[in-house]
């Protein structure tokens, strides 16, 4: 079965557990498998097919000869790394081992984000066992299980680009911080004052509406809105989700239909790692009247793949609306990715969104999937993206208008500096007056 995906492939493969049989290597038809789709489907025209050709050569032998799935595993994240581009991976439909047979499904009720190379607690749910155990934002995540995390860090680190970083150290955490529901995690977090504490915290199952994708791990999508104050008193939407799944279409509606007269509107993509790329398309028409092109995915043979704005006219109880008229602010990080940053760039390059936060991830290209002979699922890039205005984004990210990055300073002291700065943008957007969705 073959979808059209841009999700992001490392978060894919986080969100649940992998508790597939294991499957019989059958390496040779694997790699080859891998390594035709490539050669068959990439989207760049100087594409060296000759360098293509001699890797297939010097590793070919190497997974014919691999024992275990995980060694072939190995061969094939060698042989996709000198592509050097986003979605191209292997997803594992078993474990590599025994040790990885692992129920990833149980969360502890707090994100993290890297900052100044340390783990640090970027949010804690309201609703989480966290919470309930005294975590706060801007705490250091120092020990878990009595392995120290900073060790585990450097080894990540080292080298690595800023925004590469902050993916492996996500990931990290995930690895670390996620369990079996029921399950307890004994941590060890450093406060702002430098004080050790630790804290023994029960897991729980994953919150949100679980979908599946094809041969994609579930995933839980979770959208959130609130009417908040904005710093000289005007009232501001703002809209958070996870994913970019279907299931978020009619919540995100309701919201619109909740903010339609609010001052202006703030979404929060911060650690949105993508989706399916086609909804940019209908989220985007709730701040444009007229079919606007967000961006282009070139593919293979000068196929192009237009996104256009689809303007929403109709409110979730069928009656006759305007699209949203007022100020738009966008927040994103280093997490924000794929469909999250076909979305911002697309609505930043025309103008209609001012964005905060941080630059995103740069990992930007629309995706398909196969599964393998193995059993494992292949993601490969089918096209490359392109704002209407021309901007790559693949490798540079989204840059915001302005840049507001997290510091442990703002979360010890119980600040969200990006949302206030857009907030803030609101009031400046108010004092103009009204202004065009187009």
Do not use: Y
């Not at 290597?25 to 000759?50: G, L, M």
């Not at 979605?87 to 707090?110: C, K, M, R, T, Y």
């Not at 799944?245 to 609010?262: E, L, N, P, T, W």
């Amino acid at each position: 079965m073959r979808r059209r995906c841009a999700a992001l492939v490392a978060a894919a493969g986080l969100t649940g557990a992998m508790l597939c049989a294991a499957q019989p290597p059958e390496a040779e038809a694997t790699f080859d498998k891998v390594w035709t789709i490539v050669r068959n489907t990439h989207f760049d025209p100087s594409f060296d097919v000759a360098t293509w050709d001699r890797a297939r050569a010097e590793l070919r032998p190497k997974a014919i000869g691999a024992k275990t799935p995980g060694e072939l595993r190995a061969v094939l994240r060698e042989l996709l790394g000198r592509l050097g581009l986003s979605h191209f991976a292997v997803i594992p439909a078993s474990p590599d081992g025994p040790d990885d047979h692992v129920n990833l499904g149980g969360q502890p009720g707090f994100d993290v984000r890297l900052i100044d190379r340390q783990l640090i607690v970027s949010a804690v749910d309201p609703d989480g066992p966290a919470v309930s155990a005294g975590v706060k934002p801007g705490w250091a995540v120092e020990r878990v299980d009595g392995v120290p995390l900073p060790d585990r860090l450097a080894a990540v680190l080292d080298g690595a680009p800023a925004r590469i970083a902050q993916l492996e150290a996500w990931r990290l955490s995930l690895g670390e911080l996620r369990g079996a529901p029921g399950s307890t995690l004994e941590a060890t977090f450093v406060d702002g004052s430098g004080a050790s504490m630790r804290k023994s915290i029960q897991r729980i199952a994953e919150s949100g509406e679980p979908v599946t994708v094809g041969s994609l791990p579930t995933m839980h999508v979770r959208v959130r809105s609130s009417l908040m104050r904005t710093p000289e008193g005007g009232r501001a939407g703002v809209i958070a989700f996870n994913v970019w799944m279907a299931a978020v279409d009619v919540k995100f509606q309701q919201a619109i239909d909740r903010f339609r007269d609010a001052d202006g509107v703030v979404i929060d993509l911060r650690g949105n790692p993508g989706g399916l790329a086609a909804m940019i398309m209908g989220l985007a028409g709730h701040f444009v009247s007229e079919p606007l092109t967000l961006g282009v995915m070139n593919a293979r043979g000068d196929h192009e793949l237009r996104f256009r704005a689809n303007p929403r006219l109709v409110s979730g109880s069928g009656d006759r609306v305007q699209p949203f008229r007022g100020p738009l602010a966008i927040v994103v990080d280093g997490l924000s990715a794929s469909a999250s940053e076909c979305f911002t760039g697309g609505l930043q390059s025309l103008g209609r969104a001012r964005v905060f936060g941080e630059t995103t991830m740069g990992q930007a290209l629309p995706a398909l999937f196969d599964t393998l002979p193995n059993g494992d699922v292949f993601i490969h890039a089918w096209g490359d993206f392109v704002t209407g205005t021309g901007v790559r984004i693949e490798g540079r990210g989204v840059v915001p208008d302005e840049i507001v990055p997290a510091t442990r300073a703002d979360l010890l002291a119980g600040r969200d500096r990006p949302l206030e700065a857009a907030l803030a943008w609101i009031d400046r957007e108010r004092r103009k007056g009204p202004q065009s969705a187009d």
